[in-house]
């Protein structure tokens, strides 16, 4: 109907005659627009038998029958105000329109004159209509923003620990299923309903059953857990899960620090290939995940002519930088090392470079990025930038910058056009 109505506009701007030609037609629409708009504006109630759903006057049944009339007669009231307020506004717009085009038609006001005026129309019609829905109430300032999530002393806590990048398990709650959490800290769990399958069969096969080893081993030495057999919950130290939030008996929660995270990064001794992924997740149960990584061969082309060997003790990887879609290490191996990261593998988007040079990564755990690196001092970035995006930002430009100069020439040639 937009489009039709500019159309019709452009039509009329290009031969003012045809209003006079067809007056008729003129005062039909008129009559048609204007009049219905005229007759629900004084008689609202002439077309409409009842201002009260069918199912408003079901869920009124509820209500003390002396209370019931008293309602409906409000919600009536109300709404009929609104509807011949709407209808009035829909009969001064349609009159002031067909002003405009009369007085363009007589040659008493410019073409431009005549196209503003109906724009400012069209402008102040949808504004006083969408400001019923999107108004000053649905914004506040930035600073005015309320803290959506309170805190509690285990976060805190938590949160004053200067290492970075760690994760946390939240066993006070569902922890696959938990939202609040998130909120303040990487997360070993949390809820996506389109999470990465790799992640839901880690879930799955390890996870689900060492966080029950972990809470116990907690409780048994009271978070003490120095002495413990890491080999129960060695999946969630390879996923650097730092801490734990326990439920505590008075409904609050603790925290409990796990020593035997991996951190963000390590070197390995070597690698095993394994035939399928069923192998490759079976595996995580049976190696030392401090000492080898496992991965599906398809990758084994990735280490071709690189030799790994047993990690060299003095060899170093640090986490220097950390955003959604920017990662950055510092490396200092004293040999060629094959580094393992405790980030999820996800090959779409991820551009790799050694010293600004491409790398390419792969998978290995199951989940995570692995990364053979050549000996010497070296920094390591992972960077999300898909080719795809790029592509689709520049067609989206293109196509916008062609529309605003094919819009351009008609403007420009409507008003010659009119001139002549």
């Not at 077309?47 to 409906?72: D, K, R």
């Not at 999107?134 to 002393?153: A, R």
């Not at 992972?382 to 995006?389: A, G, K, T, V």
Request: aromatic fraction near 10%; glycine fraction near 4%; proline fraction near 5%.
């Amino acid at each position: 109907i937009p489009l039709l109505a500019a159309l019709a506009l452009k039509e009329i701007i290009l031969k003012p005659e045809v209003l006079k030609e067809k007056k008729n037609a003129l005062y039909i629409s008129l009559g048609l627009t204007g009049g219905i708009a005229l007759l629900f504006a004084v008689a609202p109630k002439l077309f409409f038998s009842s201002f009260v759903s069918t199912s408003e006057m079901q869920a009124l049944q509820s209500l003390p029958p002396e209370h019931i009339t008293a309602v409906m007669d409000n919600l009536t009231a109300i709404r009929v105000s609104i509807f011949t307020a709407d209808a009035w506004r829909s009969v001064f717009v349609v009159l002031i329109g067909t002003v405009l085009l009369a007085l363009f038609a007589g040659k008493k006001i410019k073409a431009e004159w005549a196209v503003a005026g109906i724009l400012v129309l069209c402008l102040v019609d949808m504004w006083s209509v969408n400001k019923r829905y999107l108004n000053d109430s649905d914004f506040v300032p930035k600073s005015n923003q309320q803290q959506l999530f309170i805190q509690s002393p285990t976060d805190q806590f938590i949160l004053q620990d200067s290492t970075p990048y760690y994760r946390v398990l939240n066993t006070a709650t569902s922890t696959f299923n938990d939202g609040v959490t998130p909120y303040y800290h990487k997360t070993i769990g949390g809820y996506h309903a389109a999470k990465l399958r790799r992640y839901q069969d880690l879930i799955d096969v390890h996870l689900s059953k060492e966080i029950p080893e972990l809470q116990r081993s907690i409780i048994q030495t009271q978070g003490a857990l120095d002495s413990v057999d890491t080999e129960r919950f060695k999946v969630l130290n390879m996923l650097n899960t730092k801490w734990v939030i326990m439920p505590a008996q008075n409904g609050g929660t603790l925290p409990v620090e796990n020593p035997y995270h991996q951190g963000n990064a390590w070197f390995v001794d070597g690698i095993e290939f394994v035939n399928n992924a069923d192998e490759e997740i079976d595996a995580l149960g049976r190696i030392d995940l401090h000492r080898q990584a496992v991965a599906d061969k398809q990758f084994e082309p990735v280490l071709a002519g690189f030799n790994v060997s047993p990690r060299d003790s003095l060899s170093t990887i640090r986490l220097t930088g950390y955003d959604s879609d920017f990662v950055t290490y510092r490396v200092d191996a004293k040999k060629n090392e094959l580094a393992v990261f405790s980030e999820i593998y996800y090959p779409k988007g991820w551009q790799i470079t050694i010293d600004g040079q491409p790398a390419q990564m792969l998978r290995a755990n199951y989940t995570l990025r692995a990364l053979p690196i050549p000996a010497g001092a070296h920094e390591v970035t992972f960077r999300f930038d898909p080719p795809s995006i790029r592509t689709t930002d520049t067609i989206a430009y293109a196509a916008l910058l062609v529309m605003l100069l094919a819009a351009g020439l008609l403007i420009y040639r409507s008003v010659k056009k009119s001139r002549k």
